[in-house]
């Protein structure tokens, strides 16, 4: 069961919330809606259910227009972050309740409201749990009666808006591959709200990245990692170095350091700014090549799995972020303090005054030799 949403817009007063929205959702997919606070995810979501109605625009289930259908017949099933469970209902009645409010005519029998409420608490992993009340049950556990009790109506769409953002970081990634494996079992057409990027990139078949109440980028979590569509996007799916250069017939210049880029205004020169992530900083004790450049160890964090370290450029004084991991870490064998040298890989580079967005790459091996005289 797919879902295509057309040119979507939707206002409150004076304040539009959902500019102009296109999307599709192709069916049986993971899809994640990925914005910060404010972007209108939640919005949109419930224009999908049907909870808001539309400006203008059109929401197809399936390739039927479902625009002006109501919530009851439109099939989804929803989980919101804070969806409290029926407090003096046990776990069971919650999860029937979808089924016992139906009207006579469509109520399973009392036996088959029992085998699918228990087939459910299976599904999500709390069989034995069914007489408990909801404070007896830790917030993880409470989500996946909120989803058992989402899908026992059987849904053809699951709409989940930030489903685990209450909950601590280790329950959360519990979750999210426990999720993932029911999305698997089931086949349903699932969308996902949230604000956490790394939460998008781990669950998702395909990303949505909103901001401002647009789509800035659809794509596959290393599309909208590795090709950001623009500047928005690269900052908010991770980290971010920026530079301040400039950018003329395909050659960039930032600092000392020069790139190319495939760039058709040949005859001005403009300014642009190089867009780095820190682990496409490279490290090294001795210059690799004339487009190393010289930087300080200002600080050195351990993360863990990983190392950060905080730089800063002696051509141009500008501060930078380099991970490395443990081991790379201890072959540098680097102090606060000590001069490094750094390659920038992957470098994007934004050109404000056209707008536009572009890869930038090393110049070719023969321009990467050493200078001799160094
Ligand atoms: P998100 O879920 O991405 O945080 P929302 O869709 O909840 O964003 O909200 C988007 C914007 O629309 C916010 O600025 C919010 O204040 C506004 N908004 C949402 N719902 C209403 C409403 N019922 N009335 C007025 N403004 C609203
Ligand atoms: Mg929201």
Redesign the pocket.
């Known amino acids: 069961m797919s879902i295509k949403v057309v040119n979507i817009t939707k206002s ?1 007063g004076s ?1 539009t ?1 959902v500019k102009d929205v296109s999307l599709e959702i192709p069916e049986g997919k993971l899809v994640a809606l990925l ?1 910060p ?7 949109l979501l419930r224009l999908i259910a049907g909870l808001e109605s539309p400006d203008r625009g059109q929401i197809y289930f399936n390739g039927e227009d479902n625009t002006h259908r109501h919530v009851r017949e439109r099939r989804v099933g929803f989980v919101f972050q804070h969806y409290a469970l029926f407090r003096h209902m046990t776990i069971f009645d919650n999860v029937a309740f979808g089924l016992t409010v139906r009207p006579r005519k469509f109520r399973p029998s009392k036996e088959e409201i029992r085998e699918r409420v228990h087939e459910l608490l299976r599904l999500v992993q709390l069989e034995g749990l069914a007489h408990r009340y909801p404070s007896q049950l830790s917030g993880g556990q409470r989500q996946r009666v909120a989803l058992a009790r989402a899908l026992a109506v059987e849904p053809k769409y699951l709409l989940l808006d930030e489903p685990f953002g209450a909950l601590d970081a280790k329950v959360r990634q519990d979750l999210r591959r426990w999720l993932r494996r029911l999305h698997e079992k089931l086949k349903l057409t699932i969308v996902f ?1 949230t604000h956490d990027q790394e939460e998008a990139l781990e669950l998702a078949d395909s990303v949505v990245v ?1 901001n401002e109440g647009r789509v800035e980028q659809t794509g596959s979590s290393q599309e909208v990692y590795h090709q950001p569509a623009n500047p928005f996007v690269y900052g908010f799916l991770g980290r971010v170095n920026l530079f301040q250069g400039r950018i003329r017939g395909g050659k960039v210049t930032l600092g000392n350091a020069e790139f190319t880029a495939e760039w058709s205004n040949q005859s001005e020169e403009l300014p642009a700014v190089g867009y780095v992530r820190p682990h496409d900083v490279e490290l090294s004790r001795t210059p690799q090549h004339a487009q190393s450049l010289a930087a300080e160890v200002r600080h050195i964090y351990a993360l863990g799995s990983l190392m950060r370290l905080e730089l800063k450029r002696l051509d141009t004084q500008e501060t930078l972020e380099a991970e490395v991991t443990l081991q790379q870490f201890a072959e540098l064998n680097v102090q606060t303090g000590d001069t490094l040298y750094i390659t920038l890989r992957n470098v994007y580079v934004y050109v404000e005054p056209e707008n536009r967005f572009v890869q930038a790459a090393l110049p070719a091996a023969s321009a990467l030799a050493l200078r001799a005289n160094g």
């Open positions: 409150y304040f919330a914005g606070s404010g972007s209108g995810k939640t919005t709200v909103m």
